[in-house]
């Protein structure tokens, strides 16, 4: 089998190591790509984004699969158009991936199908947003209803802060026409949960469950970035909540989604807050987050284009998808100063890995036989061992071996959940 793989982080990394380990993949082509993921599959320079070029690529190489993971090319319907070509692909079309790309979509999907979330009102105006904003409470969560490359929610502490950010969105349009309508919505408290599933449409199975730590400083201090570190599995999601989220959000919400005309098949990722009066849907990725993707695949047994493909098929059996028992743990080296202002090309110096540890690389280019620096997150150092202790331990291990000139990571991955364990 020949297969596409869309996108160039360290998710598309991790997803193309995986794919190899089927014995039937001869080949796999990966736009865009980077420098790290240059060692494990062919890479061209045709951005995610880039639909037209994407189509022309896959005419004339003719893969047998394709998998789509980022939320762009998702939205603006690349699974529908490969598809139309006669290529498979596992990621859903654009119709069900405005779970994700439109958060007034997904709220209002949820008040109907009495899904449990935060409530929240829709504005398309600002003057309406601000007189709302008088009258809350405070915090209060102001969300941009589309992409807004993970930046589009602001927890908000006053009026004044409130306003600003109302008008960051809806006036200054930081986020494009993504801010044209907002949604305020009410602040939940508990511990997060990221719970990616596969679905086929009818059945969902969800993965093992994760923690993101999305802040960039230790002590969830400092910006909020694309994901500083994962562990897997998470645990406050203990086997009584992994049912009640089952029975109340993972299956009303497919079901939800085909009786909308919207048929999910892909990847569909819980964003949960595990408040007081029980779980809640913060927010639906129609994707594999980043970096929870590098903690749950490889504690995957099962054959992940087999899954894949069984997704697309319609023949998803929850038995077919296995994991592991253990736990694992990535720390992300980023380039100082993420997610502002930082330097690259610098040189990375990868040592070798052992059994059970994975360099995955997301922003990094070659030259020559160099592997430079190219991006905020530049890598995860994942690792697995049979207790999260040992993962995380053995995760910072593989990190301390890696050296580039201006690295920065958090010191605290997983201190939280191995707190929550004690
Ligand atoms: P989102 O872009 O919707 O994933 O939100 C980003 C982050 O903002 C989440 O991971 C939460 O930490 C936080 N957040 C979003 N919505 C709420 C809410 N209603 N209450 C409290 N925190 C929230
Ligand atoms: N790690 C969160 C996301 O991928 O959106």
């Known amino acids: 089998m020949n297969l596409l ?47 037209e070029g994407i189509v022309a690529f896959a005419k004339e190489h003719k893969p047998d699969f394709a998998v789509v993971t ?47 979330t ?52 809806m006036v200054k349009k930081i986020f494009g026409e993504s801010g044209s309508r907002v949604l305020i919505e009410e602040f939940l408290t508990g511990p997060e949960v990221s719970v990616l599933s596969f679905t086929d449409g009818n059945a969902v199975v969800p993965m093992v469950s994760s923690m993101d730590h999305k802040r960039a400083k230790d002590g969830d201090k400092g910006l909020n970035t694309g994901g500083m570190g994962t562990v897997a599995p998470n645990p406050y999601y203990t086997p009584e909540i992994a049912d009640v989220c089952m029975k109340t959000i ?7 989604m085909k009786e909308e005309g919207r048929t999910f098949k892909g990847c569909l990722y819980f964003g949960l807050m595990l ?65 502002q202002k930082y330097d690259t090309g610098y040189e990375i110096t990868l040592p070798k890995t052992s059994e059970g540890e994975e360099i995955y690389i ?25 207790t999260l202790e040992k993962a995380v331990t053995r995760a910072y291990e593989l990190a301390g071996r890696i050296s580039f000139a201006n690295a920065y990571m958090r010191r605290d991955i997983g201190k939280r959940a191995l707190d929550a364990l004690k």
């Not at 070659?366 to 530049?378: H, M, P, Q, S």
């Open 118 to 169: 935060a409530k929240a009102c829709v504005f398309t105006q600002p003057d309406a947003a601000l007189s709302y904003l008088k009258t809350c409470d405070y915090p209060t969560v102001v969300k941009a209803d589309g992409l807004a490359l993970g930046k589009g929610a602001v927890i908000v502490n006053s009026f004044e802060e409130a306003k600003g950010a109302v008008e960051d969105m």
């Open 70 to 116: 980022p939320d762009d090319p998702l939205c603006l319907g690349l699974v529908d158009r490969l598809e139309e070509i006669g290529v498979p692909c596992f990621g859903p079309t654009k119709n069900a991936a405005i779970l994700e790309g439109s958060k007034v979509f997904s709220k209002q999907l949820m008040e109907k199908y009495n899904i449990p």
């Open 250 to 256: 993972f299956l009303p919400t497919v079901r939800a």
């Open 5 to 51: 793989v869309i996108g160039g982080g360290g998710r598309e990394h991790a997803v193309i190591k995986s794919l190899k380990k089927n014995k039937t993949v001869e080949k796999i082509w990966c736009l865009p790509g980077n420098g790290g993921i240059a060692q494990d599959a062919e890479c061209f320079p045709i951005k995610a984004t880039d639909i």
């Open 275 to 339: 408040t007081p009066k029980g779980p809640k849907v913060i927010e639906y990725n129609c994707r594999f987050g980043d970096p929870e993707t590098q903690v749950v695949l490889p504690l995957l047994k099962s054959d992940l284009l087999t899954v894949m493909q069984a997704c697309r098929e319609g023949t998803l059996k929850e038995e077919e998808v296995e994991f592991e028992k253990g736990a694992a743990c990535c720390v992300v080296l980023a380039s100082d100063g993420y997610p």
């Open 362 to 386: 997301a922003g990094a280019k070659r030259d020559g036989e160099k592997l430079l620096t190219a991006g905020g997150r530049v890598l995860g150092a994942v690792a697995k061992a049979e």
